[in-house]
């Protein structure tokens, strides 16, 4: 397997008792393969959130038996919420450990976790074969997924981030999230598909189990793919200068020396995933519950929202290394903050040119985040702790804001009655986000704090 560092031969344009081991040299091949494991874990992830939030009506029938169909939702939403609240124990575990006995190993550890999880939920029975055992068997299947995915997005953003070379770091990191996507439209278009090709009672009785059950041999083909890969150069780095195993960092390290840039990830992490799960999670059940929107044209609309920022993601990520993530991300913030109200008028107005722009205005500005963010988190933190302090930020500002979006905005348009919640949220989101971009430095072309410059291989 090809390596990532050349410890021999003095570079011409630094000075001559320099060798390159003061450089990095990636490879361009192997960087792709890292790219592509991260990605298809976290288009794993994705896929089961996608389905998830998709077929959430459906759920609430078969776990929550109600007359009342907001109830219903609020509950599904609940038990989706509920993996938020254990993502940061699982970011604290994980995370330490990624900073201990290497970054590949953990991956592969949530990988196995993750596809456990989504395929358990496929083979639960219903509230009706077993009564209230149905609902706690959801719960904890996913307080499972929660769990693992705790030390999913850090670990997937750090091993590419590490791997990454400087100047490339945005458009490489902007394919995690492109993984992303393509997890919530293979969900989402899965949903799509069965509610437009199964009637209502074979959905609820059997339909709604084959996108979980999918995922097994997801996970297997996401497993082969991270086992065959190395560590990453910045890590083994770190393990070659230990002259051994790569010593305990202290959790309190990891929160107490690294306060003010956990501070700056939790702001940022606040405006990108609250934007994020109100678009992609919220919206499709905002649409078909709040709005009486017909259920298949308001999927199609937010998968055809999804496809657009899958093309634009790219040409983001490469944006972002030649003007900075700094400009990047305060143009998503101030868009979120002018924009929102306007864009939930257009799709509150009803009719399909109306929803589309509203959603698309929303895509456009969230790409703002999902092309920067992967380069940017890791770069907050150095490599000693950086696995460590990315998941504990980043998961306990997921697990208060982030996740818990549809369930809160759903819970504050019950007691309101106010159909502009969605906006206004976002726009609050947005004020916090746009003072973490005014604290935090830029990083673009810049190497990780605590790793040495990183070229690419010629």
């Not at 020396?257 to 995933?273: D, E, H, P, R, T």
């Not at 980043?394 to 019950?414: D, E, K, Q, R």
Request: glycine share 12%; charged share 15%; aromatic share 10%.
């Amino acid at each position: 397997m090809a390596t990532a560092t050349v410890p021999t031969a003095p570079l011409k344009t630094r000075r001559a008792d320099q060798t390159r081991t003061d450089v990095t040299v990636t490879d361009p091949a192997l960087v792709k393969r890292a790219v592509k494991a991260a990605a298809l874990g976290n288009a794993m992830e994705w896929f089961d959130f996608g389905v998830y939030s998709y077929i959430a009506v459906t759920l609430g029938k078969v776990f929550f038996p109600s007359g009342n169909p907001t109830a219903q939702l609020l509950s599904t939403f609940g038990a989706f919420a509920a993996a938020f609240l254990v993502r940061p124990l699982g970011g604290m575990v994980f995370g330490p450990l990624g900073d201990r006995v290497g970054r590949q190993k953990v991956l592969a550890v949530t990988m196995i976790m993750m596809a456990v999880g989504t395929f358990a939920i496929g083979l639960i029975p219903s509230y009706a074969t077993i009564g209230v055992g149905a609902p706690l068997l959801l719960l904890a299947a996913r307080l499972v997924q929660g769990f693992s995915t705790g030390g999913e997005y850090a670990g997937a953003s750090t091993f590419i981030a590490e791997y990454a070379p400087d100047k490339k770091r945005g458009f490489f990191g902007s394919w995690l999230e492109f993984g992303t996507l393509a997890g919530y439209i293979g969900g989402a278009g899965l949903v799509t598909l069965m509610t437009a090709l199964l009637s209502t009672d074979d959905l609820l009785s059997w339909g709604w189990r084959i996108p979980f059950l999918i995922a097994g041999p997801m996970g297997i083909i996401g497993l082969y793919l991270r086992m065959r890969l190395e560590e990453t150069p910045a890590f083994a780095a770190e393990v070659e200068k230990a002259e051994a195993e790569r010593p305990k960092v202290p959790l309190r390290e990891m929160v107490a020396g690294q306060w003010k840039a956990l501070l700056l990830c939790m702001g940022l992490v606040l405006v990108f995933n609250v934007t994020d799960y109100m678009l992609l999670s919220y919206m499709p059940s905002y649409l078909t519950s709040e709005l009486k929107y017909d259920e298949t044209h308001g999927l199609l609309v937010v998968l055809g929202v999804m496809a657009l920022m899958m093309i634009v993601q790219p040409f983001a990520g490469a944006l972002t290394d030649r003007v900075g993530r700094r400009p990047v991300i305060a143009a998503g913030c101030a868009g979120f903050l002018l924009l929102s109200i306007p864009a939930v008028l257009l799709i509150r107005q009803g009719s399909l040119l109306a929803v589309a722009l509203g959603m698309g205005a929303l895509g456009l500005l969230l790409v703002c985040f999902t092309a920067a963010m992967p380069a940017a988190l890791p770069a907050l933190f150095p490599t000693r702790v950086r696995y460590g302090s990315l998941s504990i930020g980043f998961n306990v500002s997921v697990s208060l804001f982030g996740g818990t979006t549809p369930l809160v905005v759903t819970a504050l348009i019950g007691m309101t009655g106010n159909m502009m919640m969605p906006a206004y949220y976002m726009m609050a989101a947005a004020v916090i986000g746009g003072f973490a971009v005014w604290r935090m430095s830029e990083s673009a072309g810049r190497p990780l704090p605590g790793s040495a410059p990183a070229v690419e291989r010629a």
